[in-house]
């Protein structure tokens, strides 16, 4: 069925080419501020979108103009059936990318590349092993960077996603800058965002504009080179001069970026979220169970999609616990 106003455009006219799909809810890491302390409820595994069903919903996706798809987690790569999920997505006309805490990466290098997923961001908060078995309540550290370096040496590009938290690792970040030094790869410094479970308030967050007294204070003003930002980019960009790498910070706290925000989320039980910060979600599994079109319950939730950041658009109303709690823990989001 082609309805004339594209199912992917928003009352706010803008269009979603950008599908971030969430595999699974299980990880192999204990992030503090992503895996509440006790645990999450599992979806039944009935619930579960199959390989089948994920490709389903995406080509459906990518035939109404969708031409980026990320897989998210928990953590993807822990997916038993992965390799297959990567064939199927990657016969599609879409730029497919992966986020991975990148602990078992290293067993993926060949998939990936056969499936033509270059893009990899991994989730990394601090270069020190002790905090990072702190905030991972795991010993992984080791096995992370060092898959980060096989990572650029196997020629993929690589972000690394830092949630920094006052008092924890904010003051890593001169660090993580200095580790884009002889390293191509792009480190962002995500603002640490309100979801269930996470124990969020302002005063643990650390903001784009303290970020920068801290490279201000670090780095000689003609030696901080601000770069263009991509059309749609959650980042604003940074480059120190000489430095083969670059950094940048999402602020969706301080400085959100939804007037240009061209993303959808897939959860892995098969529900759309039109924002990472909705508090309701349009449940497109059952509908394609039921063997109906799929369309119209994506076109009525996108129609649905607030300006700014699920309706929380200002600072007061985001710092409202009833408000921003309801919605599901990061881990069942895939950020
Ligand atoms: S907060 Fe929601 S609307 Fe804003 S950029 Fe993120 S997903 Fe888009």
Known sequence: MKTEKPILQDLHGRDHAYLRISLIERCNLRCTYCMPEEGVKLSPKNHLMTYKEIYTIAKTFVDNGVTKIRLTGG?????????????????????????????????????????????????????????????????????????????????????????????????EIIDFINFTKDLPISVRFIEFMPFDGNKWDMSKMVSYAEVMEYVNASFLKENIERLQDAPNDTSKNYKIEGYKGSFAIISSVTNPFCDSCNRLRLTANGQLKNCLFSSTESDLLTTLRKGKSIEPVIQKAVQAKFKVRGGMDTLKKLQEPKLHNNNRSMITIGG
Do not use: C, Q, W
């Not at 805490?101 to 092993?129: E, G, R, T």
């Open 75 to 171: 953590e993807p790569l822990i997916r038993k059936d992965i390799p297959t999920i990567l064939e199927k997505l990657s016969t599609l006309p879409v730029e497919l990318s992966i986020t991975s805490n990148a602990v078992i990466i290293d067993k993926f290098i060949d998939v990936l590349k056969a499936n033509h997923v270059n893009k990899i961001n991994v989730s990394l908060d601090s270069l020190d092993a002790a905090k990072f078995k702190h905030i991972t309540r795991r010993h992984e550290f080791k096995k992370v960077y060092n898959n980060i370096l096989l990572l650029v040496k196997e020629g993929f590009t690589v972000k690394v996603n830092a949630v920094l938290m006052k008092g924890f690792n904010d003051n």
